[in-house]
């Protein structure tokens, strides 16, 4: 049974950091790309960054590059997002998910076959 489990959400002041992880178990993980979305209130998903298990590449989008950050610790079988100058308009939930298939965008979340249950990100200004 494959888990994703979101850790490391919290309250933070506009201009603060938080890390994120996402502890994952019950299959391997090497043909996939792992991903983080997000979710605010009234809106849709959004995708944030991903990066692929084996080699490591990382794939985000121009509204997403240079605060959000993603890496992954084989040894530990675990994803990380590092979140640095964060502003009141991040506040969401935020998701961890597993996805295989490379013919697709990893940026849609129709791609992914896993999902946490996703940690609540609060930036207050």
């Known amino acids: 049974q494959v888990q994703l489990v979101e850790s490391g959400g919290g309250l933070v002041q506009a201009g603060g950091s938080l890390r994120l992880s996402c502890a994952a178990s019950g299959r391997t993980f090497s043909n996939y790309f792992m991903g983080w979305f997000r979710q605010a209130p009234g809106k849709e998903r959004e995708f944030v960054v991903s990066?692929?298990?084996?080699?490591?590449?990382?794939y985000t989008t121009d509204a997403m590059k240079g605060r959000f950050t993603i890496s992954r610790d084989k040894a530990k079988n675990t994803v990380y997002l590092q979140m640095n100058s964060l502003k009141p308009e991040d506040t969401a939930v935020y998701y961890c998910a597993a996805g295989s298939r490379w013919s697709g965008s990893v940026r849609s979340s129709a791609n992914y076959d896993y999902w946490g249950q996703g940690t609540q990100v609060t930036v207050s200004s």
């Open positions: 990066i692929s298990w084996s080699s490591g590449n990382t």
